[in-house]
């Protein structure tokens, strides 16, 4: 089976899950972080490089604050469990703002954690404009992802069939997977699902 | 029901369907062009204000030279088409390379035929790097399709679950509606399902 070098997680229905278990919305977060360690060691397990994570957005930064810090501190639980693990982990995102949570600010240089072997990037407060550099229309001069490699398949939990903003320019070619089941409730068969898919679609790269 | 505003549509399978008509791969593109048609007035009718067509992009100019002038002389026939309707017509593209069609050079600004109404994009030897102004590892400063608005929807026929290098700027929030049928297949039938769909996708534009 060809297995894809780099894959994109969007893990998105947290709140949607946590409405459905009769839970306040925010309470969805803190159940996110147990799939995607799971999620982790099974893309070790596969032989995948690179895995980057869409953690949360300056836009999903301006919903409640009781929902910004529940997503904020999920976010950095999961780095910090990932740092214990082998991984060359890095975390991006706009660090200029009050939204940058300040325990990420050392993982904003890659560090190489346990044997490493295994790149995983964390998105935190990102923004597509912050990333291709916008500012008063104009763009450039470099990617501030610029570490982050051309993405083969994105996997998007939650059932919406888009890219919500998740790096426009490392996901110019890449197959999308939607599982239309929540994040929280990932399974190890919706990776082997999307996998089985991937591996059956041609790789032109626009050619 | 809600309209899109913008629709991005990619027309793939032309190739594929004339293999499956026992035809030489370039036989598809001339298939293409009256689905075109069709649909321009069907989105004319639903009220959809702007449109931009995947024609060709430099990628796709490295194919056997007899599929290149076949998809170069389809997309020169559809715009030719098209500017005897009512529409703001624009072809977006490297004009600089011998890949551009001469025939299109007129278009290559923004004019008004018939009695306009809806503006028309029609991306020819386009390329996402060169969008972006990409050269040397350095992007900026403006995208070279900083005329072209948001895209709400992207339309893709031929079953792949990908953008392709489509505009990547435009449709970092775009909802993405895949159909199995080929281009030269089209029916309305798939647009109203389309937007049937996306009519109860929420907007969220990444908030």
């Known amino acids: 089976m060809r297995i894809p070098k780099h894959i994109g997680i969007i893990p998105d229905g947290n709140r949607r899950w946590a409405l459905g278990k009769g839970m306040e919305k925010e309470a969805g977060y ?14 070790r ?6 895995m980057t994570f869409y953690g949360f957005t300056v836009d ?13 501190k ?19 995102g706009k660090t200029t703002s ?5 325990e990420l600010k050392p993982y904003t240089n890659r560090h190489q954690f346990g044997n490493g072997g295994m790149k995983i990037n964390f998105l935190v407060n990102y923004s597509w404009e912050w990333d291709l550099g916008l500012q008063d229309g104009a763009i450039g001069p470099k ?8 993405i083969d398949l994105v996997i998007r939990w939650g059932g919406r069939r888009r890219l919500s903003g998740f790096l426009p320019v ?14 929280p ?7 082997y699902d999307a996998i089985e898919w991937y591996s059956k679609q041609d790789v032109t790269l626009g050619g």
Not at 45 to 50: A, F, H, P, Q, S
Not at 60 to 72: D, L, V, Y
Not at 74 to 81: D, M, S
Request: aromatic share 10%.
């Open 60 to 72: 999903n930064t301006k919903r409640p604050s009781i929902q910004r810090e529940a997503f904020s």
């Open 185 to 191: 409730d990932f399974t190890p068969q919706h990776v």
């Open 143 to 150: 990617l501030k992802t610029a570490d982050v490699s051309r």
């Open 170 to 183: 490392q996901s110019v070619y890449s197959d999308m997977y939607v599982i239309d089941d929540y994040w």
């Open 45 to 50: 397990k596969l032989g995948i490089n690179e």
């Open 74 to 92: 999920a976010c950095v639980k999961a780095v910090e469990e990932l740092s214990k693990e082998d991984a060359e982990l890095l975390v991006l």
């Open 30 to 43: 803190d159940n996110g972080i147990s799939p995607g360690m799971v999620l982790y060691h099974l893309c």
């Open 98 to 102: 009050a939204m940058f949570p300040e």
